[in-house]
């Protein structure tokens, strides 16, 4: 039985006929006939139209997937071991070859096309990993706001240091700043023009090397470092770790000056750091020495201060360690006094017009044993 309707549709509905108009000789009732054998086949095997339409959208990439895996380009690994492997390798940094494997800088001309091409490849891949770039120039930007969302945070994890490699080689953008949530990885970049092309931005570095050096390490003095890992393991790091020339100058009963070994650490003068700078670097120096329990610092401006947490019991080694530390600081140029207690040395710092007189505090440079053994 023929039933005639109207129908209405709009131009661009028309528009998507027309393959269909073309296969019927423009009989528009034939089109509508082979789009509903169309839908209701599609139906049958899904629950949705919406559904459907995006098991066809993702077809053709999932078929050149399955060709990239037949000729051996790429290869089925399962979920739960990529995701430990992406867990795993965080904090070392993939190589240039690898950046340049999985996003082709000749394909990309701009930041948009940049964009475009991390959506396809997240496609291709099925990465499921959506990426949004925003920037004032898409040309030459001065800075970027990159978001990735879906997916695992690993997963983004590792995706953001092939984007990072990628702008700071082609763009010179380096990472200012990471927003970590439990579904989205927000990133920010900034122009940085004083790193050449052959060095790794410090913002990368920061970021996403942070254990690169550490591993590379461990890689290539396996035996060395395994041994003291388990010695420092097994002594509860109950070690102290020393510059052999320092302890070559204890070991002779002198005092030696730390303060060359601090400077090669932060590739910078000790008199021409601020004090809350040289106060930060002291402390991750010799937090990492084991020398010393435990340091505090304070920063507060007019308020700068160290204190040094310690359980030697002899008041000779005490006295040394006193005079030790104070090398650095007398390097720094900023005048401060000293006070000791049973396990507790304390350094603070004040300007030169301000007075030093508090009962219980000595300046340095004046220090006698008598002094310094005094309780308040």
């Known amino acids: 039985?023929?039933?005639r309707k109207n129908i209405s549709l709009d131009d661009k509905y028309l528009k998507k006929l027309q393959p269909l108009l073309d296969a019927n000789d423009g009989n528009l009732s034939a089109a509508v006939r082979d789009t509903i054998e169309v839908a209701d086949t599609a139906l049958t095997y899904h629950k949705s139209i919406d559904e459907a339409i995006k098991f066809l959208k993702e077809t053709p990439a999932k078929e050149e997937l399955s060709d990239t895996i037949k000729n051996g380009e790429n290869i089925i690994i399962n979920k739960t071991m990529l995701e430990w492997l992406f867990?795993?390798?965080k904090g070392r940094l993939t190589d240039e070859e690898l950046?340049?494997?999985l996003i082709n800088p000749f394909e990309i001309s701009d930041m948009?096309?940049?964009?475009d091409y991390l959506n396809r490849v997240s496609r291709n891949y099925q990465w499921t990993?959506?990426?949004s770039i925003k920037c004032e120039d898409i040309y030459n930007p001065e800075s970027a706001l990159i978001l990735l969302s879906?997916?695992?945070i690993n997963s983004r994890e590792f995706f953001a240091q092939l984007i990072a490699h990628f702008l700071a080689r082609w763009k010179q953008l380096d990472v200012e700043h990471i927003f970590r949530r439990a579904n989205s990885t927000q990133i920010s970049f900034k122009k940085n023009l004083s790193v050449s092309l052959n060095e790794t931005m410090p913002g990368i570095r920061k970021h996403f090397g942070y254990l690169d050096i550490v591993c590379r390490e461990l890689d290539d003095n396996t035996e060395f470092w395994t041994q003291l890992?388990?010695?420092y393991n097994v002594e509860r790091y109950n070690l102290v770790t020393l510059h052999r020339s320092q302890f070559e100058t204890f070991a002779a009963g002198d005092i030696p000056n730390p303060t060359k070994i601090l400077e090669r650490l932060c590739k910078q003068s000790v008199s021409e750091m601020t004090l809350p700078d040289l106060l930060v670097y002291f402390r991750k120096m010799y937090m990492a020495t084991q020398l010393v329990k435990n340091i505090e610092i304070c920063l507060e401006?007019?308020?700068?201060?160290?204190t040094i947490f310690h359980d030697f019991k002899n008041e000779k080694v005490i006295h040394t360690l006193v005079e030790y530390f104070s090398n650095i600081f007398r390097e720094n140029g900023t005048p401060f006094v000293t006070s000791s207690y049973s396990s507790m040395i304390v350094f603070r710092f004040y300007e030169e017009h301000e007075p030093a007189d508090s009962l219980d505090l000595y300046r340095a440079e004046e220090f006698t044993e008598s002094d310094f053994y005094s309780k308040e």
Do not use: C
């Not at 948009?112 to 964009?115: A, R």
């Open 150 to 152: 879906n997916a695992t």
């Open 129 to 131: 990993i959506r990426t």
């Open 87 to 89: 867990r795993y390798t």
């Open 229 to 231: 890992m388990y010695t």
């Open 301 to 306: 401006p007019g308020k700068e201060s160290v």
């Open 1 to 3: 039985m023929l039933i």
């Open 99 to 101: 950046v340049n494997e």
């Open 112 to 115: 948009k096309g940049l964009e």
